[in-house]
T-cell receptor, first 114, second 114 residues
Framework: AQSVAQPEDQVNVAEGNPLTVKCTYS??????LFWYVQYPNRGLQFLLK??????LVKGSYGFEAEFNKSQTSFHLKKPSALVSDSALYFC????????????FGRGTSLIVHP | KAGVTQTPRYLIKTRGQQVTLSCSPI?????VSWYQQTPGQGLQFLFE???????NKGNFPGRFSGRQFSNSRSEMNVSTLELGDSALYLC?????????????FGPGTRLTVL
């Protein structure tokens, strides 16, 4: 079975400061990992994914994520937060040898204060 | 390329009625998945269609059904609506329906059941 956890319901950060949104996962095989962002009354927008290779993945809007196999984590990061980054962030995982259907975390609300 | 489109964007129905939601995937995408998003339950997978066949199904009652047409457009139907069906319904498409594929989401249909 595959699962993903986003341990923080909400993250608060000041504009200009670095931000981190945490994600940990559990799969029996190799993980495929994804980050999405959702703005109010909108669908999910793809940010980045890890399939294989370099553990540091760069994505849209200046976001990046680091795959850490030993800690089974895939935390989303940005060096300098913008107020416009305030949104709901979802981590998702697929097991490479398993179903096509991903498991999504419950989401983390990021609030960037001016 | 145009993104995933969903119609209608908003719907208000009463208990006992039925509803049909439509999704047009990105051109060339063969897999279409449907999700229900609610504040309490998060993102829940409904079903996935690939080349007109239902390939995966989530744990929802038979009142929820779907289909996919030869042009990859998909519809989902909910019969005998209940108050608990009020949610944002999201459609997502991917090119080949493989585990490494990214799912691209539409803006969603907001269904309110009164």
């Amino acid at each position: 079975a595959q699962s993903v956890a986003q341990p923080e319901d909400q993250v608060n950060v000041a504009e200009g400061n670095p931000l981190t949104v945490k994600c940990t996962y559990s799969v029996s095989g190799n993980p495929y990992l994804f980050w999405y962002v959702q703005y109010p009354n909108r669908g999910l927008q793809f940010l980045l994914k890890y399939i294989t290779g370099d553990n540091l993945v760069k994505g849209s809007y200046g976001f990046e994520a680091e795959f850490n196999k030993s800690q089974t984590s895939f935390h989303l990061k940005k060096p300098s937060a913008l107020v416009s980054d305030s949104a709901l962030y979802f981590c998702a995982v697929r097991d490479a040898g398993g179903s096509y259907i991903p498991t999504f975390g419950r989401g983390t609300s990021l609030i960037v204060h001016p | 390329k145009a993104g995933v489109t969903q119609t209608p964007r908003y719907l208000i129905k009463t208990r006992g009625q039925q509803v049909t939601l439509s999704c047009s995937p990105i051109s060339g995408h063969r897999s279409v998945s449907w999700y229900q998003q609610t504040p309490g339950q998060g993102l829940q997978f409904l079903f996935e269609y690939f080349s007109e066949t239902q390939r995966n199904k989530g744990n929802f009652p038979g009142r929820f059904s779907g289909r996919q047409f030869s042009n990859s457009r998909s519809e989902m139907n909910v019969s005998t609506l209940e108050l608990g069906d009020s949610a944002l319904y999201l459609c997502a498409s991917s090119q080949l329906g493989q585990s490494t594929d990214t799912q691209y989401f539409g803006p969603g249909t907001r269904l309110t059941v009164l």
